[in-house]
């Protein structure tokens, strides 16, 4: 079990505000005054402010939905504390939702924006380097398949986003050094852009020639969504280990068009329910409110619910693609995710909860880098803010990331025919030095269902790794 050490947390930390605040619909505030509220009053107005402007966004009330954006922007700042950062992107996101109720305004206000996958490639690699989780879920996953793979002399490697060298890097060397000889290693990446794979091409088969490993990189240039399976080569006699990162979650995203209303703002019905939960009475604090998955009777009907397995056409994508990776007969498939529950129908649903996931991420990063960071700057504006903006602002096949609990994900792929096996205990030691290597309290690992990990900061999960093989 792991205490909480609020001690670490600074004043501003959205945690403590969340555990404390106690939030009314009477409060208010004239402009003049804004700026004179103390962090912690700041901190409980603004989720206030965007709890009031999203129940707006999701009704339709535009004009009220602008009265708070102004409020809000006389509180939130990009490079403030915590909770004004963390309003900054959700405003944004708000803002941006508005916005698609027009669609060719919404077009021709982002006609000339670019996004590079250059760009996503280095913010990404700078939370890597900045953050510990995806190093824990890389320490974690070589263990396993070097555990898995003890004996083995043809081991094959699916990795479904090859983006990152530093993984497999560190493979081939723990693999080099096995007492009973290196295998023959062939990794088989898979990334839409071909550039991405050459340099990852070229970096691993430089370090297996220098440790004298028989390596062979497979390159597929492709969307994960359009993957041919039959591209990935698996050949008899290879003992083949899968790696997903971060990966699995896009396939639950469906055109899901005929659930909405013309306007595509969101259901008033249930937004309404989950601002009155979110507004009640002043006994009740946010806290308490996004740990209850049914309040005042209310609980999600199948459409809302974040995956039902009667659900249409996003888990049946899912559903599919599982089922093609356990027919390539896996020895192991070691999965991360974000574990947070950030697929609900609802607009009001998904605010509440990654208000929550995002508050600790941000005091995370609070904690992590100076304010002064340019590094830390970018990874807030252009990792968690723009999956704040798909989150909030998005629908249907657009909204990609669709965060789910390791709960669900643990009954996703039972029913592909996976069954779940412990992750290795050296594995964990390996990975909670890494962690205490941060000198920051708040990092911390956790072990559930039955040799799952889960990765938080100070209590609140955000990132498991869970380890399967297939069930013959």
């Known amino acids: 079990m792991f205490q909480d050490e609020s001690s670490s947390v600074t004043s501003s930390s959205p945690l403590q505000v969340f555990s404390m605040m106690s939030l009314s619909p009477n409060l208010g505030s004239p402009y003049p005054w804004l700026r004179e509220l103390k962090s912690e009053e700041r901190g409980l107005y603004l989720i206030h402010l965007l709890l009031n402007c999203a129940n707006h966004v999701a009704n339709g009330s535009l004009e009220n939905a602008n009265i708070a954006l102004e409020q809000i922007s006389q509180l939130a700042s990009p490079d403030g504390d915590t909770m004004q950062r963390m309003a900054t992107y959700f405003t944004e996101a708000l803002a941006d939702r508005i916005l698609k109720a027009w669609p060719g305004l919404h077009k021709a206000l982002n006609s000339t924006r670019i996004t590079l996958v250059s760009e996503e490639i280095l913010v990404r690699k700078l939370f890597f380097e900045l953050f510990p989780f995806l190093k824990v879920a890389f320490v974690l996953t070589n263990q396993a398949v070097i555990e898995a793979m003890e004996g083995e002399k043809m081991v094959h490697i699916i990795d479904l986003n090859a983006a990152?060298?530093?993984?497999?890097?560190?493979?081939?060397?723990?693999?080099?050094?096995?007492?009973?000889?290196?295998?023959?290693?062939?990794?088989?990446?898979?990334?839409?852009?071909?550039?991405?794979?050459?340099?990852?091409?070229?970096?691993?088969?430089?370090?297996?020639?220098?440790?004298?490993?028989?390596?062979?990189f497979n390159p597929v240039v492709s969307k994960l969504e359009n993957l041919d399976v039959e591209k990935l080569r698996v050949k008899t006699g290879e003992a083949l280990a899968i790696s997903s990162v971060l990966q699995l979650h896009s396939f639950l995203a469906s055109d899901d068009e005929h659930h909405r209303k013309k306007m595509p703002l969101g259901s008033k019905n249930l937004n309404g329910v989950h601002l009155q939960i979110a507004l009640q009475m002043n006994q009740s604090t946010l806290g308490e409110l996004l740990g209850k998955d049914t309040v005042n009777g209310y609980s999600p009907s199948p459409d809302s619910a974040s995956s039902s397995p009667l659900s249409s056409s996003g888990l049946a994508k899912v559903d599919s693609f599982l089922n093609a990776l356990w027919g390539l007969s896996p020895k192991l498939m070691?999965?991360?995710?974000?574990?947070?529950?950030?697929?609900?129908?609802?607009?009001?649903?998904?605010?509440?909860?990654?208000?929550?996931?995002?508050?600790?991420?941000?005091?995370?990063?609070?904690?992590?880098?100076?304010?002064?960071?340019?590094?830390?700057?970018?990874?807030?504006?252009?990792?968690?803010?723009?999956?704040?903006?798909?989150?909030?602002?998005?629908?249907?096949?657009?909204?990609?990331?669709?965060?789910?609990?390791?709960?669900?994900?643990?009954?996703?792929?039972?029913?592909?025919?996976?069954?779940?096996?412990?992750?290795?205990?050296?594995?964990?030691?390996?990975?909670?030095?890494?962690?205490?290597?941060?000198?920051?309290?708040?990092?911390?690992?956790?072990?559930?269902?039955?040799?799952?990990?889960?990765?938080?900061?100070?209590?609140?999960?955000?990132?498991?790794?869970?380890?399967w093989s297939c069930r013959k």
């Open 164 to 216: 990152n060298p530093a993984q497999w890097v560190a493979l081939i060397q723990a693999l080099s050094a096995r007492p009973e000889g290196p295998p023959h290693l062939r990794i088989t990446g898979i990334h839409q852009r071909k550039e991405v794979l050459d340099q990852m091409a070229h970096r691993l088969t430089e370090e297996a020639e220098k440790l004298n490993l028989p390596f062979q």
């Open 334 to 467: 070691v999965v991360t995710e974000q574990d947070s529950d950030h697929n609900g129908s609802t607009l009001m649903g998904r605010l509440l909860e990654s208000l929550y996931s995002y508050a600790a991420l941000f005091d995370c990063s609070e904690s992590t880098a100076s304010r002064t960071s340019l590094e830390r700057f970018k990874v807030e504006k252009m990792l968690f803010g723009e999956e704040i903006k798909n989150i909030i602002a998005c629908e249907g096949a657009e909204r990609k990331e669709r965060h789910e609990k390791l709960e669900k994900w643990i009954q996703k792929l039972n029913l592909a025919g996976f069954g779940n096996i412990p992750l290795s205990y050296y594995g964990m030691l390996h990975a909670r030095r890494l962690l205490q290597g941060y000198n920051c309290d708040g990092y911390k690992m956790k072990e559930e269902n039955g040799g799952c990990i889960v990765i938080c900061w100070q209590d609140r999960p955000l990132f498991s790794v869970s380890a």
